[in-house]
């Protein structure tokens, strides 16, 4: 009888112990906001995975007006993937080598990202190649195009 009762009052502490771990991993941190990261796509981590391209330098060769036009196309298409929900971050290098630029796409694949790029006038005339990379980041990146919004006082 003593062991029987020594047994059960063993699962009782293994099952309180198990249940106080499992609470423990499932408890939000203060501030948690469960809408905000269903609405952004997070895990459990506030990640998720989006599509980093690579810019790099391409070897197609413009006059400066034709190179101007490209590179304005290049900026109105960032803005209209942008406003799209599609691009959540772009942006240039700025020492002038080989790699340009990066974007980073809120797209579920790579072959999704492949399209929006070929939806860039100076990618489809080779001004610039690209690399693209499913990549796993903060679900908090696509709120920077609205913030983006609220600091910018001139468009490029």
Not at 78 to 84: Q, S
Not at 98 to 123: C, K, S
Request: glycine fraction near 8%; charge should be positive; proline fraction near 3%.
């Amino acid at each position: 009888m003593k062991q029987t009762f020594a047994v059960l009052i063993a699962l009782v502490v293994c099952f309180t112990a198990a249940t106080a771990q499992s609470t423990q991993k499932t408890k939000a941190p203060k501030g948690y906001d469960a809408k905000l990261a269903e609405k952004l796509g997070a895990d459990e981590m506030g990640m998720k995975t989006y599509v980093f391209v690579m810019l790099k330098r391409g070897k197609a060769n413009f006059a400066a007006e034709k190179r101007k036009s490209l590179i304005d196309g290049h900026m109105e298409n960032i803005g209209r993937l942008a406003e799209a929900g599609k691009l959540v971050l772009a942006g240039p290098f700025m020492d002038n080598k080989d790699w340009r630029g990066i974007y980073i796409f809120d797209v579920r694949t790579v072959e999704e990202a492949e399209q929006l790029v070929l939806t860039d006038p100076a990618i489809k005339e080779g001004v610039f190649e690209v690399e693209l990379h499913p990549w796993y980041g903060s679900a908090s990146l696509a709120e920077v195009v609205k913030i983006h919004k609220k600091i910018q006082k001139k468009a490029p």
